[in-house]
């Protein structure tokens, strides 16, 4: 029997991450929260506010018990309050238990509807500040850092993995504190009226610790794989929908779906066994507070049979039990949704503690309008997990040459073009343009020097005018279509219906490859930079749309020095220079080029 086919996707494990503690974390989620410590502050207040409240719900019923069906005189408190000609009358006192229960029900929805209010607007903007800080970091991290990632990878931990910092700040630490706020008042109420009571109540509580203190140790790693293997179905879907044509033209619509359906059940898996655990977290600590709440009635009732409390009392401490127990609770089930919220933040501060190895120097030399001399002096490189790629170039090449590049598939020609803008750093030697390492300049002024125009030209999913104008995006309509008319694609685009404000769809698809490649030339005119790469730009397209596009790209070429990757040597004719790389290394050079 043949062997199934190996999964395409890349089983890759998380980063060795660093040892944070949950109080690193938190203390840096803290950090992250500053622009909204007013707004937590506030929600906060509102929580302390809700504890008096709490307190407040039993009393009504024990001025009813105690005082009307009971004999017990009214409490002082009432009096301030109550007309003393209605302290004799029951409907009186009734009626004035009545609306304060109406009242306290009131003011505790007015306090949790500006609790709600202030939790969304507070989480949502510190969910948005940071996405935008992973994404703005994940984009100065170079292309060494996304190749060995891959985009699935940064997309899950951009939409799933940024939310953490709403779900502890938010949704964790505020109703802890808030429970424990409680907790303190509810015991200092219940002591209060009965020690006995408080002590055998708060006897569960080393137990609850106990239990919540094993269950975050054990889960940290089980989260952190549920997360893995989640990010494992995301980066299957991404591979499929990417590559869709190749999907279908294979056949291949159900070995992607069962290479799903496999990963899915593995997540499912992981889950459900995450998902018992927590049920089974639950169920102790369920069982724990009942045998408590068990205890407290035995004890109580004795209490009451004995003659130290009043049956009134004894409900007021039933009912106050009952929400000492319901932050004990809440505690205790907060420790489970921590441990998944923190493994998301470390997973999170892990990208943002990466140090991206293109950067720019303190002291960057800003740069306007470069002459366009390149030279390699000595550079070496070499991919993570492909070993050396250039091994000890050295080649010059005056400013307004048309330097074509040649060489076998993997020896090198992307490489070099890649090192121009500072896509990636040699290992060792250095990238000279007018003299000049291109790591002294400002990376921004650097890459504004460059147009390219790749093999597969990447299209976004909006208008061909934004499209052409994506390197300059203030330039005007008369300029965007110059370069249109310069790239040899006006025609075309004026018998479109929308013209220049066609949308081209996800990645350009609604047009065909010449047209996207002319756009893309088009976009590179209209940048207007001194130093063009051109690589592979005429191999996906048929001969007759690649004598027009040589056509336009001569043009393009002109005063501009250029490096222009292709494996057809014949489409080289059109440079003045030549260089051809085998193995990482210079075998030959023509024209002005020196090595």
């Not at 719900?57 to 001025?63: A, C, D, G, S, T």
């Not at 470069?370 to 000595?378: D, P, Q």
């Not at 040699?426 to 300049?441: A, M, S």
Request: hydrophobic share 45%.
């Amino acid at each position: 029997m043949a062997a199934g086919p190996t999964p395409l996707i890349s089983r890759k494990s998380d980063p060795v991450l660093r040892n944070y503690s949950d109080l690193h974390l938190l203390g840096r989620l803290v950090r992250q929260s500053k622009p909204y410590w007013p707004h937590i502050s506030a929600i906060l207040i509102l929580r302390i506010f809700a504890v008096p409240l709490a307190l407040l719900i039993p009393v009504p019923l024990k001025i009813v018990v105690d005082s009307v069906v009971g004999t017990n005189p009214v409490p002082q408190f009432i009096t301030f309050w109550v007309p003393d000609i209605w302290i004799n009358s029951d409907l009186a006192i009734l009626t004035f238990a009545a609306l304060m229960q109406v009242s306290i029900v009131l003011i505790t929805q007015c306090q949790e509807l500006g609790s709600y209010v202030l939790r969304a607007s507070a989480g949502q903007g510190l969910l948005k500040e940071f996405r935008t800080r992973l994404f703005s970091h994940l984009q100065r991290l170079s292309l060494r850092y996304h190749d060995t990632q891959g985009t699935a990878e940064s997309v899950y931990r951009v939409q799933m993995d940024a939310p953490a910092i709403r779900d502890i700040a938010i949704n964790n630490v505020i109703p802890t504190i808030g429970s424990s706020l409680t907790l303190v008042a509810m015991v200092f109420i219940i002591v209060s009226i009965d020690w006995q009571l408080a002590a055998v109540a708060l006897a569960v509580s080393p137990v609850l610790f106990v239990l919540a203190r094993s269950y975050t140790t054990r889960m940290r790693p089980r989260y952190r794989e549920a997360r893995r293997l989640e990010g494992f179905s995301i980066e299957i879907i991404q591979q499929a929908l990417a590559a869709f044509r190749v999907v279908k033209a294979f056949g291949r619509e159900k070995g992607e779906q069962d290479r799903f359906e496999e990963q899915a059940d593995n997540v499912v898996k992981k889950r459900l066994w995450l998902g018992w655990a927590e049920g089974i977290f639950g169920l102790m600590v369920n069982f724990t507070i009942a045998v408590g709440s068990a205890l407290v009635l035995y004890v109580g009732i004795r209490n009451v049979l004995n003659g130290q409390l009043t049956l009134g009392e004894l409900l007021v401490v039933l009912a106050y039990i009952a929400q000492l127990y319901e932050p004990l609770r809440t505690i205790s089930r907060q420790a489970s949704s921590l441990q998944s919220s923190l493994v998301s933040a470390e997973r999170v501060f892990e990208v943002l503690d990466k140090i991206p190895d293109v950067v720019d120097k303190d002291s960057s030399i800003r740069l306007k309008n470069v002459g366009g001399s390149v030279e390699f002096r000595n550079v070496s490189f070499s991919h993570v997990g492909r070993g050396q790629v250039l091994d000890d170039i050295c080649f010059k090449v005056p400013f307004g040459t048309k330097l074509g590049l040649s060489g076998r598939t993997g020896a090198g020609k992307t490489t070099v073009a890649s090192l121009l803008p500072r896509f990636y750093d040699p290992d060792k030697g250095g990238v000279l343009i007018d003299g000049i390492d291109v790591r002294e300049y400002s990376l921004a002024d650097l890459r504004s020097q460059f147009a390219i125009v790749l093999q597969e030209p990447v299209l976004f999913s909006s208008s061909i005018s934004e499209n052409i104008a994506y390197g300059r995006p203030n330039a005007s309509r008369r300029e965007i279509e110059l370069a249109a008319s310069a790239a040899n694609i006006i025609g075309f685009i004026e018998e479109l219906p929308d013209g220049f404000e066609t949308l081209v769809g996800e990645r350009g698809m609604k047009l065909s490859g010449g047209e996207r490649q002319r756009i893309a030339l088009a976009r590179a005119f209209l940048k207007d930079a001194p130093i063009l790469i051109l690589d592979e730009p005429t191999s996906s397209v048929d001969t007759e749309t690649e004598v027009g596009i040589m056509e336009t790209m001569e043009r393009l070429m002109a005063d501009r020095t250029t490096f222009m990757i292709a494996h057809r040597v014949s489409t080289l004719d059109i440079c003045d220079a030549r260089l051809e790389i085998e193995n990482g290394i210079v075998t030959s050079a023509t024209g002005s080029v020196e090595i």
